[in-house]
C-alpha cells in the first residue's frame, strides 16, 4: 500500500475518529443490555464486546491485525503479558489477542473521557496512583484477576517511548515483581506497526496498513527471588530489545 500524504492523513484520522465514536457509543449500549445478566462472567463479556469493538474499527479503518508466534505460547494458562508502547494503536491490539481473556492495566485519568471512560473502566484494571491505599488496591485487583485464571497486560516502560533512537525506555518493577511474586509467567510481545499507523506526537497521522503483533518466548517467573527483580527486568527489557531491532531499524546501541 503506498504512503498517503499528510493531508489525506488529517482527513483519514478525522474520518477514523468518527467510526471511533460511533463504535464506542454502541459498544456502551451493548454493555447497558448485558448488565442485567449479573456480574458473573460480565468481564468475559466486556472483553468480547471490546473485541467486536476492535475488529470493526480495524475493518473501517483498513487495518489488519496480524499475530507472529516465535515460539509456542500456552493459551490455557495465565500470563503477564508485557509490551513496548508509542503510539495510541497500541491499544487496539490489546482485545484482539486470541484465544485467551486478559484485562490491560489502564490509567485512572483516561476513564474520564465522556462515554468512552465509562467503558474503558469496565474493561480494564485501573491504577490509580492518588494515593497509597488506592495503589495498593490496584495489586490487589491485578493479584485477583490472575487468580481466577486472566491474563493482564501491563506497558512496563508506563508511558510512550516517544523517540526513534532506540526501541524502548526504562522498565518499571511492578509487573516483574507481580510475576515473581505468584511464580506467573512473563509473556514479552512487540508492537511493531502501531507508531506507522499512528505517530505519537500527532493523533492526526493514522494510516491503513499491518498492525503487527510478535509473541516472543515466554519467560518464566520460576527460579527468581524478589531480590532478583532486576536480573528478571534485564532480561525481558533485553529480549525485547534484541526483538524490536530485528522487526525495525534503529541506530545501532
Known sequence: MK???????VLFSIYAFIIF????????ICLLLVLPFGKEKLGNRI???????????????A?????????????NKPHIFVANHNSYMDIPPIVQL???PIRALGKFESSKIPIFGWLYKAAVIMVDRSSPTKRAQSLRNLKNALHEGISIFIFPEGTFSMTNKKPLKPFYNGAFKLAIEMNIPIQPVL???????????????LSPGINRVVYLPTIEATGYTIDQIELLKDHVYNMMDEGLRRYRKYPKS
Open 3 to 9: 504512503k498517503i500524504t499528510p493531508p489525506l492523513k
Open 21 to 28: 465514536s460511533i463504535l464506542t457509543i454502541l459498544s456502551a
Open 47 to 61: 472483553y468480547k464486546i471490546c473485541r467486536y469493538w476492535g475488529k470493526l474499527f480495524y475493518f473501517f479503518a
Open 63 to 75: 487495518i489488519r491485525h496480524k499475530e507472529i508466534y516465535e515460539s509456542y505460547h500456552h493459551f
Open 98 to 100: 486470541k484465544h485467551q
Open 191 to 205: 508492537m511493531i506497526d502501531a507508531v506507522d499507523r499512528m505517530h505519537f506526537d500527532n493523533v492526526f497521522t
